[in-house]
């Protein structure tokens, strides 16, 4: 059995990522934080929430609010036109009775590492602000937990904020820094893998025609928040005609099919300064590099599997995707 803890600023795509982890029979979700990004910490957590009761695992999922700013300065917050006024594309889900756990984030970080132990991953899709408070209350974190995984960042692919920037370690590089520097075993899930994964309406009709009675709600939300906010976010910002890349989920597919990517290992930090580079993931391939911790990045991938498995996550095991 997998065990996961994901920090989430729960948009369109952190979505998709969480119920895909609520269906995989041998995942068991620990609990979900939140931070700032594609919408507030305390937003991100109500849309949690409302996830879990739709998807209905089974078991009980724990939401903890966590950070609404980065490590230093403001947020201005959060882009409505990326992912709607709510964050999940204006779509109302069902009201839950389930509230968010009274404590801080990096409490509930800390505690599920103690419970939890090395079979723990922790997976961020979102700024990391929450495990970098963690680490520096709990500097053995990185060797109490199996792993990190994260979707952000970029290694060759083009940024999305800046040149060389992804909008996840852009929105908190210092929190990204200390991550990077923590000692975890960490892996990147990043633009070079996630731009080549991509959702189109062919796929979210299958999606709709095989989905399983009790993954119609998922579908038809989805659909919704695609067809309404995220499709035509990508067509203005990346001149995709209906289609966009397929971020958070891809790091959730990594935890439970790495062998779907290729990645490489090399010493790597985060620039916290630049006019143009700030948020930029710095690898050194010197023969003698800097003082860095070594990261797996995902430099490859095979894109039609991947949205494959995450189409068939949710249709009735008759059909095959």
Known sequence: MLKFLIDADTGIDDSVAICYALRQPNVRVVGITTSFGNTTAPQGAENSLRLIKMMDPGYEVPVVVGENKPLFGDWHGPEYHIHGS????????????????????EDFIIEMA????????????????????AVQKEPNLPQMVKNVIFMGGTFKERGNVLPHSEANIFGDPEAADIVFR?????????LDVTHKTQVTPEALAKLKKYASPENQAFADYIIKATDDVYFPFNHAQNNCLDRSPVHDPSALVYATCP???????????VECKGEFTRGMIVTDFREYPFDAQYVNICVDVDHVRVLEKIISTFTAKAFKI
């Open 86 to 105: 709510n964050g999940i594309g204006g779509v109302e889900l069902p009201e839950t009775d389930q509230k968010p756990l009274d404590m801080k984030a």
């Open 182 to 190: 923590a000692g975890f075993d960490l892996t990147m899930v990043g």
């Open 259 to 269: 062998q779907l990517f290729k990645t490489v290992r090399v010493p790597a930090r």
């Open 114 to 133: 103690r419970e939890h132990g090395r079979e723990l991953t922790i997976i961020t899709l979102g700024r990391m602000t929450n495990l970098a408070l």
